[in-house]
């Protein structure tokens, strides 16, 4: 089985920046794509990023291009998502998944097998 567990979350102004972990546990030998997802209130789970195994694919959702920048390291088992010029708009609960299906990037929710539990990120205007 696989664990995941964000932490980083939190209330930022509006233009500030926060920095989402999520660390993986368990048999994380099988991961290939791991990515980000966003939920608020009332709307359905979204993708924001995802990055392959090497790091050699990365993609981004284009309301955080440029803005959100999505990184891991295979060693320790983590990944992260730094989020800078925070809108309030990105308010929402992040989740971070792994697909161990596919060595390409999906963004459907559906095609990742392990979730998070997710982690309120607040941004006030």
């Known amino acids: 089985q696989v664990q995941l567990v964000e932490s980083g979350g939190g209330l930022v102004q509006a233009g500030g920046s926060l920095r989402l972990s999520c660390a993986a546990s368990g048999r994380t030998s099988s991961f290939y794509v791991r990515g980000w997802f966003r939920q608020a209130p009332g709307k359905e789970r979204e993708f924001v990023a995802a990055?392959?195994?090497?790091?050699?694919?990365?993609l981004y959702a284009d309301s955080v291009k440029v803005r959100f920048t999505i990184s891991r390291d295979n060693a320790k088992n983590t990944m992260l998502l730094q989020m800078n010029s925070l809108k309030p708009e990105d308010t929402a609960v992040y989740f971070c998944?792994?697909?161990?299906?596919?060595?390409?990037?999906?963004?459907?929710?559906?095609?990742?097998?392990?979730w998070g539990q997710g982690s309120q990120v607040t941004v006030s205007s």
């Open positions: 990055i392959t195994w090497s790091g050699g694919s990365i």
């Open positions: 998944a792994s697909d161990r299906r596919r060595s390409g990037i999906s963004t459907m929710s559906a095609d990742y097998d392990y």
